[in-house]
C-alpha cells in the first residue's frame, strides 16, 4: 500500500521554527502534488502549503505564506516544511497528503492519499 510517514513535530515556544518531513513508499503512482493540511482544536482542517507538477510550483496558505517555506518535489516523492515565527494559532495536527489530481486544489476532498499526522504546538 501507498504510505505517506511525517517526522519532526513536536512542542516549541512562540518565535521559533520546526522543520517537518514527509516521504511516500509503497507502490508506483502518477502523483501531481504533495504537501500539507493541519486540523488546528476545534476547527475543520486546512490547506497549508503544496508543491505541485514537474516545475514544482508552489503553493501556500495566507496564514502562512511569511513564515513557511515548503520544499521537494514529486519526483522524489518527499517533501519539507520548514516552520518559522511559529504562533500560538500554528498548533495544529499536521497532515501530509499527495493527489493524483492533474489540477491543482486546496480542498481536501480532491487529495488521494495522506499520513497519519504529527503534532505541532506552539506555547506562548
Known amino acids: 500500500q501507498v504510505q505517506l510517514v511525517e517526522s519532526g513535530g513536536g512542542s516549541v515556544q512562540a518565535g521559533g521554527s520546526l522543520r517537518l518531513s514527509c516521504a511516500v513508499s509503497g507502490p508506483p503512482f502518477s502523483m501531481y502534488a504533495m504537501g500539507w493540511f493541519r486540523h488546528p482544536p476545534g476547527k475543520e482542517r486546512e490547506f497549508v502549503a503544496a508543491v505541485s507538477g514537474r516545475t514544482s510550483d508552489t503553493h501556500y496558505a495566507d496564514s502562512v505564506k511569511d513564515r513557511f517555506t515548503i520544499s521537494g518535489d514529486i519526483y522524489k516523492k518527499a517533501v519539507n516544511l520548514q516552520m518559522g515565527s511559529l504562533k500560538p494559532e500554528d498548533t495544529a495536527f499536521y497532515y501530509c497528503?499527495?493527489?493524483?489530481?492533474?489540477?491543482?486544489?486546496?480542498?481536501?476532498?480532491?487529495?488521494?492519499?495522506w499520513g497519519q499526522g504529527t503534532q505541532v504546538f506552539v506555547s506562548s
Open positions: 497528503a499527495a493527489t493524483t489530481s492533474a489540477t491543482f486544489s486546496t480542498n481536501r476532498a480532491a487529495w488521494n492519499y
